[in-house]
């Protein structure tokens, strides 16, 4: 039995602002959102990031066609590539950042994956939920309708110390 489903909910365009700016996303990056919804993360990074590629991973068939659209729609589709795929099938060995916001027992679930494909100097930016056994190098709080949440940035090869 794999992790429990996690449902779609989007996260607000104001923290993938935050997501994106604490991993200091740019043009020499090619970046996986793994569960993209309605692809926002990638599409944002496109837009106002410049990323080289950016692969929004999304096994739900409406979801991947409504990120498709909203890719072409908002003219980065040329750079954002929809993956309808379950996210533990998709290759990582060209990103160089992963964006989650999945639940714990996911990112649990997915560890290993990161760990063995992800490249020295990776990050992985997380919305919400920690990577169970890795040390973030930021957490950035955040106040979200009556209670503070908060964004995670790892960074591989200095997940499993502190420095
Ligand atoms: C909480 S939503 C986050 C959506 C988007 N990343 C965002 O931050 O706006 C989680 C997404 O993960 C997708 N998902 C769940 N399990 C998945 C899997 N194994 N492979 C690919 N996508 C998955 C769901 O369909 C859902 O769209």
Do not use: Q
């Not at 750079?79 to 999945?102: H, P, Q, W």
């Not at 930016?125 to 209670?147: A, C, D, M, Q, T």
């Amino acid at each position: 039995m794999g992790p429990p489903r996690v449902p779609f909910v989007p996260t607000p365009a104001t923290i993938v602002h935050e997501m994106l700016s604490l991993a200091d996303v740019g043009p020499d990056d090619t970046l996986y959102d793994l569960g993209c919804g309605d692809g926002r993360i990638p599409i944002l990074a496109a837009i106002e990031r410049w990323v080289r590629r950016a692969y929004c991973v999304e096994d739900n068939p409406v979801l991947a066609m409504i990120a498709r659209s909203l890719a072409e729609a908002s003219g980065v589709g040329d750079r954002v590539m929809v993956i309808e795929k379950s996210m533990f099938d998709v290759e990582l060995t060209d990103a160089t950042v992963v964006t989650l916001f999945l639940i714990t027992s996911a990112n649990e679930a997915l560890r290993p994956k990161l760990e063995e494909e992800l490249r020295k100097g990776a990050r992985v930016v997380s919305n919400v939920f920690e990577v169970p056994g890795w040390i973030p190098r930021k957490v950035l709080p955040y106040y979200v309708e009556g209670h503070v949440s908060r964004i995670y940035l790892y960074v591989i090869g200095e997940h499993l110390r502190s420095s």
